[in-house]
């Protein structure tokens, strides 16, 4: 079979997100009124490939999702949004993956409950070369190890970069790391993954594996990322918080663009920045992606968005 071939390769979780929105998170035991309940797409590596093809490039994302009606819907919303889904396997005896999402109108720092069968977790051998040919660059969220790792050897056969969301790995991480081009993880990565708090202590390490472009993501404190050429420092814009849900997901999809046009490392952090910001003006990491025009226009009013030593 003959695969159309993608700029921009999306490899790891698709998910159906149901989202409840209450007016602040409850204690436990309590009792509260929802005021508003929605479902939508999600997932790390599929809301970003749909991120991307909103900006234009043409994506195909990898996955594998369940033989139930949920999955029948994960498909249907990335082909809608102009998504490559002739790698979507399916698991017809599984159920697809979930999540019920509460989002507190006072912060909108979102609360996730998921589930996910292991038995829908990619395995090196569903990875197919041709899926990735002639594409330039790879998105991995970093969860199916060996699928990863055999995806990641593909694009480096044809000299691609690899984007890594590092938000978890596990003990073999060094085997992923080193063939991967950018990582930039979470918040809270660094502790799960190296046993520190330190941003800088994580970029350091993520480097020392083989990473070039090492980064942070700090939320409304803005990332701190290191190309080769020292800690820099970025802050976050301003915006009207309705979710911050699919955030982090939105940053990686535009580091990943970035690494497609061949952008400069900062105008990359930036833009993301800008893309991320932006989509929490919404429900759901699909909701309010915002237009590659409008990041760019945004990015032009806010100017530089790097914190220097004399700010």
């Excluded at 997932?43 to 909103?54: D, F, I, K, N, S």
């Excluded at 993880?185 to 046993?195: A, H, K, L, P, Q």
């Excluded at 020392?208 to 472009?213: C, D, L, P, R, T």
């Excluded at 900062?266 to 920045?273: D, K, L």
Aim: proline share 3%; aromatic share 8%.
């Amino acid at each position: 079979m003959n695969h159309a071939i993608a700029d921009i390769i999306t490899l790891g979780y698709a998910s159906i997100d149901h989202f409840i929105c209450v007016d602040t998170y409850p204690f436990t035991g309590k009792k509260v009124p929802f005021h508003s309940y929605s479902v939508m797409g999600g997932g790390q590596a599929a809301t970003g490939a749909v991120a991307l093809a909103r900006w234009g490039a043409r994506t195909r994302f990898i996955g594998r999702v369940g033989g139930d009606a949920t999955g029948d819907q994960s498909i249907e919303w990335l082909d809608r949004a102009g998504v490559l889904t002739d790698a979507i396997l399916r698991a017809p005896d599984l159920t697809s993956q979930t999540a019920y999402i509460i989002v507190p109108a006072d912060t909108g720092e979102r609360t996730v409950f998921w589930r996910r069968e292991p038995g829908l977790n990619l395995r090196s051998e569903d990875i197919h070369e041709e899926w990735l040919s002639g594409s330039s660059t790879l998105f991995i969220d970093g969860h199916e190890l060996d699928a990863a790792l055999t995806a990641a050897r593909y694009m480096k056969r044809h000299s691609g970069t690899v984007v890594l969301d590092a938000e978890h790995i596990g003990p073999e991480r060094h085997r992923l790391l080193e063939l991967t081009d950018i990582a930039i993880g979470s918040e809270d990565f660094g502790m799960r993954e190296f046993g520190t708090g330190s941003p800088e202590e994580t970029i350091d390490l993520l480097r020392k594996a083989g990473v070039s472009f090492a980064g942070v993501t700090l939320g409304a404190k803005g990332s701190v990322v290191d190309w080769g050429e020292g800690i820099r420092r970025f802050r976050s814009i301003n915006v009207d918080v309705i979710d911050t849900t699919g955030a982090g997901d939105i940053f990686h999809a535009a580091i990943a663009l970035g690494a497609f046009r061949k952008m400069h490392p900062s105008e990359m952090v930036m833009f993301a920045t800008v893309c991320a910001g932006l989509s929490c003006q919404a429900l759901g990491g699909r909701g309010a992606i915002p237009s590659f025009e409008d990041a760019i226009n945004r990015l032009a009013a806010e100017g530089n968005l790097e914190i220097t030593n004399e700010r």
